[in-house]
């Protein structure tokens, strides 16, 4: 990418000492040059570093969930999609190579991503676990680099060091730099300017510009935009006219004004937390499983808690010895992190998953839709009620928690699960320290 383009508005102008004025020279506004990497499937992408063997095979995740979480450029070839269940897929596409999600390693690869961006940028935003933005306007100079040889240093690294591919976006806003990184996939660097936007967004739908929902895209192609160069078109009073705020920033950035800030704060909002346990030998042992999966539930409500958040839905799942999945998605009738309100609803799943004379290995609870906490209306049953009561009590318990440095009380329902850690070599996810995946 070319420099900055500097803008000469009026010549700035002061008074010195004896009342002379002093011309003090041009105030220069520098374009910003805004940078988005983007990781190519990146759950896909971890599991293809850590077993090169799956390199260039149809591979999916998700097989803990029973959805297609994500999928590599072959499996998305032969024509699977992100959400198809997964027996869809061992039904149609018995050659796919199907694998739970390994979420501990996608924070871990994720982590290091963004830690090879920061080694060359100081303001970095974590959007989500496999991308971010980075503000590069005026390292140039100091780094002896242009900015394409600055993303082409950050991309070398992630792929020579993780083993990832990543694309990456060079433009004068986030806006514009989201369509870069997704102008060439997989593995591809692409630049936009300000004079040369138009020649990109004229071959992008108007649906795939970042911040446009379906709905959205729906009542503008109703109204014959249908790219994103029929949007950047429109005056801006039409846009105000038709559309609300947010969707002014969306027009102004792409016509290179940057209005969104690089937010380098780091992340607070998620959308899932996963606990799951294997043990051996395997087990049909309905007591001691369900105590595992109360546990999870436990534990997973417990860090849910420390960032302040709520699940909207929860789902428990058993592992077989033979590796096997067999999972149960739930709908929470009002978002809770208290364990007692999500027990009752696991465990009339869990008689339906578990079936005797099959052997389990590992258990598994994921909280799903993760949204910042909040307090329940009341409800004509009171069931809202009782729910605030346990949360009162949770902060009580986790205070105490936080004090002593270990788990003081805990559900009956969990002591089994509990006692059978003291007393054999079964090994727990590594807690990643409170690190929340965003999804």
Not at 106 to 120: A, G, L, N, P
Not at 254 to 277: C, F, N, W
Not at 316 to 324: G, H, Q, R, S, V
Not at 360 to 368: A, E, I, P, S, W
Request: a neutral charge.
């Amino acid at each position: 990418m070319s420099p900055p383009k500097e803008t000469n508005n009026k010549i700035n102008t002061a008074k010195s000492s004896d009342g002379t004025i002093v011309k003090a020279g041009p105030i220069v506004k520098r374009e910003k040059v805004i940078l988005h990497i983007d990781g190519d499937a990146f759950f896909v992408g971890v599991e293809i570093a850590k077993n090169p063997k799956l390199r260039g095979l149809p591979v999916v995740t998700g097989e803990e969930r029973g959805i297609v979480s994500a999928l590599s450029y072959e499996a998305k070839a032969l024509g699977i999609t992100r959400g198809m269940p997964i027996f869809r897929v061992k039904r149609e596409f018995p050659k796919v190579k199907i694998l739970p999600g390994d979420y501990h390693s996608y924070v871990e690869y994720s982590t290091k991503m963004f830690d090879i961006v920061r080694r060359y940028v100081d303001d970095v935003e974590e959007y989500s676990i496999d991308e971010c933005f980075g503000e590069l306007t005026g390292l140039d100079k100091p780094l002896g680099m242009s900015y394409r040889q600055i993303a082409e240093r950050i991309k070398k690294e992630v792929n020579e060091e993780l083993d990832l591919s990543v694309s990456i976006g060079l433009a004068p806003t986030k806006v514009l730099a989201k369509v870069a990184s997704n102008w060439v996939k997989p593995n591809g660097l692409t630049v936009i300017e300000s004079a040369l936007a138009v020649d990109f967004l004229q071959k992008v739908p108007i649906k795939k510009i970042w911040g446009i929902g379906p709905r959205t895209a729906e009542l503008l192609n109703r109204k014959d935009i249908m790219t994103a160069k029929d949007f950047y078109d429109k005056d801006i009073a039409w846009i105000k006219l038709i559309l609300s705020k947010p969707y002014e920033t969306i027009w102004q950035e792409l016509h290179g004004i940057s209005v969104m800030e690089i937010d380098s704060a780091p992340k607070t909002v998620y959308s899932s937390v996963q606990k799951t346990r294997s043990f051996h030998p395997s087990t049909n042992d309905k007591t001691f499983l369900w105590s595992q999966l109360s546990k999870h539930i436990e534990d997973s409500c417990r860090k849910a808690r420390h960032f302040n958040l709520v699940p909207r839905k929860f789902s428990i799942f058993l592992k077989t010895k033979d590796f096997e999945f067999v999972t149960a998605l739930i709908l929470l009738p009002s978002p809770s992190n208290s364990p007692e309100i999500l027990l009752p609803l696991a465990h009339a799943h869990f008689e339906n998953i578990h079936k005797k004379g099959v052997l389990y290995r590992t258990t598994g609870v994921t909280l799903l839709d993760l949204m910042a906490d909040f307090v329940p209306q009341d409800d004509l049953f009171g069931s809202n009620a009782q729910a605030s009561k346990f949360e009162t009590i949770h902060k009580q318990i986790d205070l105490l928690e936080e004090k002593f440095g270990k788990i003081v009380i805990y559900l009956g329902s969990t002591k089994n699960a509990i006692d059978h850690k003291a007393q054999d070599g079964g090994t727990d996810s590594e807690d990643l320290d409170k690190n929340l995946l965003f999804l």
